[in-house]
């Protein structure tokens, strides 16, 4: 190559290097650092919890009101299972009524909380476990709507969901959770929203409490978080014949193994709304802070 034309060549690589950089930055700078956000778990229950006023969505609004406003949330719902870990990473997410039997006021109800894709770009990039997609299909199941409308009536945080992988062992999500931590000083409320006791089978709207191995499971589940014992939480199956009752498919457990994961040895861990409802589950909740 002659000097002339080595030397014309080389004057496109700080260019070249100025374009990517400049594609990264596109990537992280929606999520400035922040103080350590905590972490939610919220039992969220019947879906009609989405427009009553009762105890539970008091709780909800109250955390609004006293958490400090996000620059995101990052939601992982029970009702959201793929095979593979995936991120919603659309605009504006779809608000998915995956429900059936209710009132048509409940399918009406809409919130339109936009979606993330800075958000999605850091999960993507933060998680090392796996291989994260992007999803452009799915939206906002019940699972994070019916709590979240209560949390920020406004739908003015943006709100991502990522997947539960349904092939995976209740450790594997355990250990995957840890690796969000970093999320929570960008400005990112992680919010779990299932239920530690939900037996479906065994539901009965007559009864105003829990059958009695539904109040035992609890019980069980809430001295192990007390004494920060998370491996025999992930290993719940062998907890006894009560926790197995509570915990007939994991959907609605996994995603306190996900708050649990990412609780940190200094924070404490704050149970709420503690009520068993319909004999087979309960409202349970969990908020993680250093408070």
Request: proline share 5%; charged share 20%; with cysteine.
């Amino acid at each position: 190559m002659k000097r002339k034309s080595f030397l014309k060549s080389m004057a496109f690589i700080p260019l070249a290097t100025t374009m990517k950089l400049n594609e990264l930055n596109k990537l992280t700078s929606g999520l400035a650092a922040s103080e350590t956000m905590p972490v939610l778990f919220l039992g969220h229950g019947n879906p009609m919890n989405a427009i009553v006023e009762n105890e539970y969505a008091h709780a909800w609004q109250q955390l609004g009101k006293t958490l400090p406003k996000p620059a995101a949330v990052l939601c992982i719902s029970a009702h959201w299972q793929t095979k593979g870990t995936f991120v919603t990473a659309m605009e504006k997410p779809k608000t998915i009524h995956d429900f059936y039997g209710f009132p048509k006021k409940l399918f009406a109800v809409e919130y339109p909380a936009p979606g993330s894709k800075d958000l999605a770009n850091e999960t993507k990039r933060t998680i090392r476990k796996t291989e994260v997609g992007f999803d452009y299909d799915w939206g906002l199941d019940h699972g994070s709507w019916s709590v979240l409308k209560h949390v920020y009536p406004n739908a003015d945080v943006p709100v991502i969901e990522m997947s539960l992988d349904y092939t995976q062992s209740p450790q594997w999500h355990f250990e995957l959770a840890k690796e969000l931590a970093a999320l929570r000083n960008k400005g990112v409320l992680i919010v779990g929203s299932g239920n530690m006791v939900h037996n479906l089978r065994a539901i009965d709207f007559n009864n105003t409490g829990g059958f009695d191995w539904a109040l035992e499971a609890s019980a069980t589940m809430k001295k192990l978080i007390s004494e920060r014992n998370y491996a025999s939480l992930a290993n719940y199956k062998d907890l006894g014949k009560a926790v197995q009752l509570a915990v007939p498919t994991n959907e609605h457990y996994l995603p306190m193994l996900y708050a649990l994961g990412l609780a940190g040895a200094d924070e404490n861990i704050t149970v709420f709304n503690d009520k068993a409802e319909a004999g087979s589950i309960t409202m349970t909740s969990l908020k993680i802070d250093k408070e």
